[in-house]
């Protein structure tokens, strides 16, 4: 099994930044791609970022400048360090993980942006 455990959210004004971080654990062999979701109130989850094991990232629109998505693959740990924020950045944010053609879930993690 595979376990992934979030952590940094929290709440935070507009303008500030936030570094998420989610470890992966247990049957971890061959990590490809490490990715951060979000999925704010009546609203679908999106994906926000992506890291591929050679590094090649991707960003969503909405999030690119601001957000920068990294990964230790010594620590099958994936980060998302995030500037900037806005209030509409809020929501769970929650990691997804692909090893040999299957996807694991962290258990997700609050990020609210208010003054």
């Known amino acids: 099994q595979v376990q992934l455990v979030e952590s940094g959210g929290g709440l935070v004004q507009p303008g500030g930044s936030l570094r998420l971080s989610c470890a992966a654990s247990g049957m971890i062999f061959s990590i490809s791609a490490m990715r951060w979701y979000r999925q704010a109130p009546g609203k679908q989850r999106d994906l926000v970022a992506a890291?591929?094991?050679?590094?090649?990232?991707t960003y969503a629109d909405s999030v690119k400048g601001r957000f920068t998505i990294s990964r230790d693959n010594a620590k099958n740990t994936v980060y998302l360090q995030m500037n900037s924020l806005k209030p509409e950045d809020t929501a769970v944010y929650f990691c997804n993980i692909e090893q040999v053609r299957r996807q694991y879930w962290g258990q997700g993690t609050q990020v609210t942006v208010s003054s």
């Open positions: 890291i591929a094991s050679g590094g090649t990232t």
